[in-house]
């Protein structure tokens, strides 16, 4: 069983719409979440990371659900420039250093 | 620096040749982790350094990979007599590395060296 999986998409939605991803994590002993965007032949770069008591920056919301070992994503009103393949990455408290990648949903936002 | 640098951004290379790919991390952060990332696929770990050492190298394909680590800072991605196989983009990333004192680890990422083996 991986450490980390996502729907890998593609979520294809009109703009406006809003579209929520889920990423389900396998050990319990997780520390630290983050959800990263990585556009097309881009580095993935750091969206939010996401805390025990959810966060909001804008028009993203990511929560944290201990008991089902999943993190989501929600994007309202999404634009165009939503566009990308989001990768939920999982940080395990037994190895501060050791990151889990999942493999990403790609987002596509259409006129 | 202010940010992850990584050179070549582009190596084209004939297949049999040696080619080595550099990292400067982002100053003051200990950890630094290399991967590589096929065309269309997801994220594969390679070998991951605290300082200068590697606690971690269970990434690397084969042993005509190597990486180092000088100064606690640049890393040197070697990949010796290079396949087609090889060619992907090798993305390289560093974080503090030092404890949950310090915040998150949040691993920043680098543009990437896009590796080509004709």
């Known amino acids: 069983r991986k450490e980390v999986e996502q729907d890998p998409g593609p979520f294809n939605v009109p703009e406006g719409a809003t579209v929520a991803f889920n990423c389900t994590y396998s050990?319990?002993?997780?520390?630290?979440f983050f959800w990263y965007r990585q556009d097309c032949r881009k580095e993935p770069k750091l969206l939010m990371s996401?805390?025990?008591s959810g966060n909001e920056d804008g028009r993203f919301t990511a929560q944290l659900n201990r008991a089902s070992q999943y993190i989501s994503l929600l994007i309202r009103d999404s634009k165009l420039s939503d566009s990308a393949t989001y990768l939920c990455?999982?940080?395990?408290?037994?190895?501060?250093?050791?990151?889990?990648f999942g493999s990403g949903t790609k987002l596509n936002v259409k006129p | 620096g202010a940010g992850v640098s990584q050179s070549p951004s582009n190596k084209v290379t004939e297949k049999g040749k040696d080619v080595e790919l550099r990292c400067d991390p982002i100053?003051?952060?200990?950890?630094l982790y290399w991967y590589r990332q096929s065309l269309g696929q997801g994220l594969e770990f390679l070998i991951y350094?605290?300082?200068?050492?590697?606690?971690?190298k269970s990434g690397l394909p084969s042993d005509r990979f190597s990486a180092e680590r000088t100064g606690g800072s640049v890393s040197t991605l070697t990949i010796q007599r290079t396949q087609q196989e090889d060619s992907a983009v090798y993305l390289c990333?560093?974080?503090?590395?030092?404890?949950?004192?310090?915040?998150?680890?949040?691993?920043?990422f680098g543009a990437g060296s896009r590796l080509t083996v004709l």
């Open positions: 990333a560093s974080s503090h590395g030092q404890g949950l004192s310090m915040g998150a680890n949040v691993l920043t």
């Open positions: 050990n319990s002993a997780s520390q630290s």
């Open positions: 996401v805390y025990s």
């Open positions: 990455v999982v940080n395990p408290r037994y190895n501060f250093n050791k990151f889990y």
């Open positions: 100053s003051g952060h200990t950890a």
């Open positions: 350094f605290q300082g200068n050492s590697a606690p971690d």
